[in-house]
Every structure is written in C-alpha cells, then in structure tokens.
Antibody
C-alpha cells in the first residue's frame, strides 16, 4: 500500500530554516508528483508547491518563491521541502501528498498524504 | 489567487443528507474539471474523498458524491453517519501561476 512517512517535529528560531522529508513507498516513486501543503493552527489548507519525482521539475506557489526549495533523492524515494527565513507565521503542520499520474495524465488531486510534520517557530 | 469560498459550517442528523458548496471563478472551478474534496478529522491528515469533480477513489463510500455547475462545485454526503463529522475542504486546479487553490473549509456536524 502507498505510504508517505514524514520526518519528525521541529522547533526553529525566527530567521532559521526548516527541512522536512517525505519518504514514499508502495509505488514507483518516479511515476507521481509530490505536493506540499501546510496548515497553520486552527486554519485551513494552503498549497505550497510540487515536485515532479521523475525529472525534478518544480512549481512553487508565488507566495513562497524565493523562500522554499523542494528537492528529491530518487535512490531513497524521498522528497524534501526546505523553508527559509522562518517567522512565527510559518508555524504550521506541513504535509506531503502524492498526485497520481498515468498514461492518461495526472489527476490534479492529492491521493495519499503523509502524517504531517509540525514546525514551530519560536524565539 | 484567492481561496475558494465554502460555508463555515453545515449540519444534519444521522441518515440525512448535507451538501457543501465551493464557489470559485471562471479561472479555477469554472475552467477545469479538476475539483477535489478532502475530509479531515482533528489532528489527522486530509483524506481524498472526490477527485475530478465526481470520481470516488476506491474505498470511499458511495454516500459521498460530487458535482459542479458553472463556478460552483458541491459535495453531498448522503445517509450521514457519526464518523462523517469532520472538516471538509475543496480544491481546484487553476492552471495559472498558483495552480492549486483550496477552499476555506466547512465543519460538518452530525447532530
């Protein structure tokens, strides 16, 4: 079965960076895209960007461009999301999620989700 | 890209139906048949319930159905059960600089 396992919670100081990992299993890693979505405490979901696991193509939400970096290591089926210049507004649970792709194209939806990683930004 | 508009809350008694709306614009919901719906229980990751407007992933009960008319998509939960009490979010592909946008979320309460 498809599983996405994320790294553990982090506490960071303002101005620092946080790097969250997302390890995939149960499917061919390079077949699907990996998206990142965050959720601030008590708030809704916010799309951050996507990584094409096959060719590494990245698309970031405009809000995060210049501050977010998404990378992948195909040898260990893992995608990374690093967010820099953290402020208290970045305190949130960060989720990775897969978009299923096939010969007919991609579903443009998020079929499987990681368990989430809480990043707390506090001085 | 502004968030899609959902009602903050919806409720129904067990066995009843509840419908949640998701209003966007002609550049997102109205432009593409790529609306999806997610259920989220407190402290848990979201779960895909509907994709491509009306398709159900395997394992999702057929009590959940989706539709779209113009710039508004809808999720209907029929035969409400206690476990359906959760937050629900819609999402649409927009094809633009910010290609995915979520709805504001709806809290469904089973009375």
């Amino acid at each position: 079965q498809v599983q996405l396992v994320q790294s553990g919670a982090e506490v960071k100081k303002p101005g620092a960076s946080a790097k969250v990992s997302c390890k995939a299993s149960g499917y061919t890693f390079t077949d699907n895209y990996v998206h990142w979505v965050r959720q601030a405490p008590g708030q809704g979901l916010e799309w951050m960007g996507l990584s094409n696991s096959n060719d590494g193509t990245i698309h970031y939400a405009q809000k995060f461009r210049g501050r977010v970096t998404m990378t992948r290591d195909t040898s260990i089926s893992t995608t990374y999301m690093e967010l820099s210049s953290l402020t208290s507004d970045d305190t949130a649970v960060y989720f990775c999620a897969t978009e299923t792709c096939s010969g007919n194209g991609c579903s443009k939806s998020f079929h499987y989700w990681g368990q989430g990683t809480l990043v707390t930004v506090s001085s | 890209q502004s968030a899609l508009t959902q009602p903050p809350s919806a409720s129904g008694s067990p066995g009843q139906s509840v419908t949640i709306s998701c209003t966007g614009t002609s550049t997102d919901v109205g432009a593409y048949n790529y609306v999806s719906w997610y259920q989220q229980h407190p402290g848990k990751a979201p779960k895909l319930m509907i994709y491509e407007v009306s398709k159900r992933p395997s394992g999702v009960p057929d009590r959940f159905s989706g539709s779209k008319s113009g710039n508004t998509a809808s999720l209907t939960v029929s035969g409400l059960q206690a476990e359906d009490e959760a937050d629900y979010y819609c999402n649409s592909y927009t094809g633009g600089n910010n290609p995915y946008v979520f709805g504001t979320g709806t809290k469904v309460t089973v009375l």
